[in-house]
């Protein structure tokens, strides 16, 4: 007997939790595809990064929106919010990122 009594995966089982994992990271939620991987930490962070990041963009959105009059300018109405709108495009684009970065480790593999 083998040294241990557990079958081996075959070797495309790692390609295709790697495509798995590139596939829902990229497509449905970054994070998503980390964590069904099995690194469940991360995914969990990752998740949770792209999902606030998106909230915090909407609320500023509709906030710019809201404080728009009709004698200003979209472009004026949006100066106060261009800086936290960049930061919440940057967590969400980052835990996009990390998840893609995650995704090509398990292909090396």
Do not use: H
């Not at 390609?15 to 998503?32: D, K, M, S, W």
């Not at 979209?74 to 919440?88: D, E, N």
């Amino acid at each position: 007997m083998s040294k241990s009594s557990k079958a081996e995966p075959p070797i495309l089982a790692n390609a295709e939790r790697a495509r798995n994992c590139l596939g829902l990271n990229a497509t449905v939620l970054p994070g998503l595809g980390t964590f069904r991987a099995g690194s469940y930490f991360r995914g969990l962070i990752e998740m949770g990064v792209a999902v606030v990041g998106t909230l915090y963009f909407c609320t500023l959105l509709f906030s710019a929106i809201g404080d728009r009059t009709e004698d200003i300018s979209m472009v004026k109405a949006f100066q106060p919010y261009i800086t936290r709108l960049g930061l919440s495009v940057f967590f969400v684009v980052g835990s996009w990122v990390s998840g893609l970065l995650y995704a090509k480790t398990l292909f090396r593999r």
